[in-house]
């Protein structure tokens, strides 16, 4: 069993930048994938970024590539993501997901664990 709690989170204007954090519970974290989703009012879950297991590969959805940085810590059972250049078009509640494969896939049925979540919002 895996707990996945993230923070972070807050109000920003246009342009700054937020770091989130998701912390793991368990001894296990190294086998999981780990991934960030966003989810706007009125919208479907979005894939955000991935990482795999020893951060050997990242991958961005076209949308925050060159903005989003996803790196984790191990040692800190702790995936995070740097959000920069914000827009108010990123303004939605953004969780990490935990899977056992090496690298998840951008469906949310991928995956075993999910965090609550924590809002982000960006105003113009």
């Known amino acids: 069993q895996v707990q996945l709690v993230e923070s972070g989170g807050g109000l920003v204007q246009a342009g700054g930048s937020l770091r989130l954090s998701c912390a793991a519970s368990?001894?296990?974290?190294?086998?999981?994938?780990m991934t960030w989703f966003r989810q706007a009012p009125g919208k479907e879950r979005e894939f955000v970024a991935g990482?795999?297991?020893?951060?050997?590969?990242?991958y961005y959805a076209p949308s925050v590539k060159g903005r989003f940085t996803i790196s984790r810590d191990n040692a800190k059972n702790t995936v995070y993501l740097d959000l920069n250049n914000l827009k108010p078009e990123d303004t939605a509640v953004y969780r990490c997901?935990?899977?056992?494969?090496?690298?998840?896939?951008?469906?949310?049925?991928?995956?075993?664990?999910w965090g609550q979540g924590t809002q982000v919002t960006v105003s113009s």
């Open positions: 990482i795999s297991r020893s951060s050997d590969y990242t």
């Open positions: 368990g001894r296990t974290f190294s086998s999981y994938g």
């Open positions: 997901a935990a899977t056992s494969k090496e690298v998840g896939l951008p469906s949310p049925g991928e995956y075993d664990y």
